[in-house]
């Protein structure tokens, strides 16, 4: 398959990845992307043909810096020791010991082969690593000592590797000169990426001296940053092109932080497109992944001395290994630090097991393993390389299935994880390690306080008051559209923020009441039949219209289904009528005209209908949500005043004063979430993602004017 149709594919089906995410939430999206691209493998017969270079640098330099970037400054200092300490030492302790163990016990493996896959196996993704021990609530210092030496471990885990895949292709291994090797390309590595990064840094303040600002200009500039840094460290001085990257990116998040408040737009769009790169290409690895399966897989099948069944027992083997060292070495940390501190609480194993479970294998191992080489340099074929793809491989996703299915069993309370290509709520961030930006709905709030999703509510609520309050009968109509999108948005939140248990009667509450509406609707409209105001035709029409919402009110309480299944239900319903419409014999102008006229009779008589209906002695207008009440109402306002007959109100005018309310009822949630902040209802951090959501909201309403304008 060619190289561009083949991207567009892989992108196509990260898309389809976190679509499938949503609805299969106990299922990790990396797993989902491997079970893709191995259906795309078998399916289609798509291979990817990958060599070494392009490879490191398109995935392993950007990934790298972006963890870089990621990094807690605060965390770094305060568990420096420990972090470095399981960062390198741990490694370095579970690539050695760990390929010796390995082995020993499949004896097939040389070696230096054992020791390369043991060290392309010790990093973990840090992404994974941060939301499972969030959702299991690991201790703080050990989400951040796992968190931490998740970002660093990359690098050590791949000199690592690429020394003792170097010994596995040349079959000579000098330990002074690995030594020295090792500091010089680590130490250059560091020199040349800060040296990179500072000089990159200082062009970017001259050209910002000089104007040329721009922020399209400066994104681009950052994001070729760790494509040019991996270059020229490898190429120009022969030294670890991760190591500097990694430096770089923590440099640039350290100076970075100084010009947030000169460049705050760069600031924010930076981020937005290095999560969208991250995305793809994380996204991309794991469907490689998949894709590799069948290579990997039919190599030990189809192999003479190797047994299937014994490669997957060989696969849960090196799982353990990885699993024992890291539970003993949390254990040994958490062993000394009571030692030291006698007032923190005792080592426990759980915890320890928890840690070791959430060392999740990711991006990072993929990557490296697929740069193993076809042939040594005697000519001979790599020895088991296709049995290392298949362990690697396979521990990745015992890995994320042992985090899924375990980790869930031995909290007391977890959350789904994602990994780097996973895809982030809407309403909620995942920033790694900075437990100062972790998204709300995951933080215990205080009994005071609301949640994101609580105060989104409470000042979307404030903004319909307001909308309310400006609302005349000249600026009804823009009101009403306003004030229903602002509805909408509370119900959706609504619906998200509570458990089942509470959503059901809420539910249930306004099934009942927009059946009520139906029902007066209908007798509005046989009215209007007997009393001559209508055709039959018109009437016929219209009651098919309440027949056919009835029914979906009616499944959506019995068979729930997708909600883009029944979009498309109701977009075919739609044409279907149209198609009807437009193949009979009347002038489709009085037609539209006389269902305008019925629709506005129609949503007159369900207002009534509802008034009336909780006016009845047997009715407790007390026991429905008042929200659900609400919104029904203006629902049907907004269709009265959509019917109404006079059309004198241009479009450009209703644009006008859609924007003028809008302005109002953005000032009304601001004011709304200072208020919330000075009367400590709410966080800082909830308040500045609650104030970032408006300006969002102000800068689009700015767009949409400016487009207006050039129209």
């Known amino acids: 398959m060619p190289i561009i149709e083949l991207v567009i594919l892989l992108a196509c089906l990260v898309l389809l990845s976190n679509v499938l995410s949503h ?37 392993i330099a950007p990934m790298l810096y972006n963890d870089g970037r990621q990094f807690p400054k605060q965390e770094l200092w305060e568990l420096r020791g420990a972090i470095f ?70 690098a050590s885990g791949l000199i690592g590797f690429k020394y003792a895949l170097a010994a596995a292709v040349t079959g000579s291994f000098v330990l002074g000169k690995a030594i020295g090797d090792f500091f010089y390309i680590s130490l250059v590595g560091l020199a040349v990426g800060l040296a990179l990064i500072t000089i990159i840094q200082l062009i970017r303040d001259i050209l910002r001296r000089e104007g040329i600002n721009d922020t ?51 600031r924010l769009v930076t981020e937005k497109v290095w999560n969208i790169i991250v995305y793809l290409l994380n996204g991309i690895v794991f469907l490689i992944l998949g894709i590799e399966l069948p290579v990997a897989t039919q190599a030990t099948i189809e192999g003479n001395h190797t047994n299937t069944l014994h490669a997957i027992f060989d696969v849960l083997i090196v799982w353990g290994i990885l699993l024992l060292i890291r539970v003993a070495w949390t254990y040994g940390y958490m062993l000394m630090t009571w030692l030291r501190n006698h007032e923190k609480s005792k080592p426990s194993l ?58 869930p069993l031995m909290a007391a309370k977890s959350l789904p994880f994602m990994t780097r290509g996973s895809s982030l709520d809407e309403d909620g961030t995942v920033v790694v390690a900075d437990d100062s930006e972790v998204d709300d709905e995951t933080a215990e709030a205080t009994p005071q306080q609301f949640t994101y999703k609580q105060a989104r509510i409470y000042v979307l609520q404030l903004a319909v008051q307001n909308i309310e309050e400006h609302r005349r009968p000249e600026n009804q109509r823009a009101a009403y559209d ?71 009110l009616s499944q959506a309480a019995h068979k729930p289904g997708l909600p883009t299944l029944r979009s498309l239900r109701l977009m075919l319903s739609r044409g279907m009528q149209s198609l009807r419409i437009w193949l009979t014999p009347v002038d489709s102008d009085k037609f539209r005209a006389e269902q305008l006229a019925i629709q506005r009779v129609a949503s007159k008589a369900a207002i009534k209908s509802l008034s009336q209906y909780l006016k009845q002695t047997g009715v407790d207008e007390q026991q429905f949500d008042r929200q659900a009440l609400y919104h029904l109402i203006v629902h049907y306002r907004n269709r009265i005043e959509s019917a109404k007959a006079d059309h004198s109100l241009s479009r450009a005018d209703y644009e006008r004063q859609l924007q003028a309310l809008r302005i109002k009822s953005l000032g009304a949630e601001r004011a709304g979430v200072q208020h919330l902040l000075e009367s400590g209802q709410i966080s800082l951090r909830t308040a500045s993602k609650l104030r970032q959501f408006i300006n969002y909201s102000e800068n689009l309403l700015m767009l949409n004017d400016l487009e207006a304008d050039d129209d």
Do not use: C
């Not at 209007?528 to 009437?539: F, I, N, Y």
């Open 482 to 552: 306003l004030i229903l999108d602002q509805q909408f948005q509370i119900r959706r939140l609504e619906v998200a923020s509570q458990t089942a248990d509470e959503l059901q009667p809420m539910l249930t509450d306004e099934m009942q009441l927009r059946l009520v509406a139906l029902a007066g609707e209908r007798q509005a409209v046989k009215e209007m039949l007997v009393a001559g105001e209508t055709s039959k035709l018109g009437a016929q029409a219209y009651l098919r219209r309440i027949e056919r919402r009835e029914q979906r």
């Open 350 to 407: 759980r915890i320890a097991t928890l840690s070791g479970l959430s060392g999740v294998r990711g991006a990072i191992t993929m990557a490296g393993v697929f740069t193993i080489p076809t042939v040594i340099a005697t000519g001979a074929a790599f020895p088991e390389r296709s049995l290392v793809l298949f362990i690697a491989a396979g521990v990745i996703i015992v890995s994320l299935v042992s985090a899924a299915g375990i980790l």
């Open 85 to 154: 300490a399981n960062a390198i030492v741990l490694v370095f302790i579970t690539t050695i010991l760990g390929g010796f163990l390995i082995h020993i016990l499949i004896p097939t493996i040389p070696l230096a082969v054992s020791i390369a896959l043991a060290a392309i196996l010790s990093p973990t993704d840090p992404v994974a690593v941060q939301s499972i021990s969030e959702g299991v609530k690991l201790p703080k210092e050990i989400l951040h000592l796992v968190s931490g030496e998740s970002l660093i471990n990359d």
């Open 216 to 266: 399209v200009f400066n994104v681009v500039l950052q994001i070729l940053t760790p494509f040019a840094i991996y270059f020229v460290a490898e190429e120009w001085f022969h030294a670890s092109g991760v190591v500097a990257v990694v430096a770089a990116g923590v440099l640039a998040h350290v100076q970075g932080s100084h010009e947030a408040e000169d460049a705050p737009e760069l």
């Open 23 to 59: 609805y299969l939430v106990a299922i990790p999206v990396s797993l989902i992307q491997v079970g893709l691209g191995l259906g795309v493998a078998l399916l289609l017969n798509v291979q990817v043909k990958l060599q070494t270079d392009w490879f490191m640098l398109v995935f």
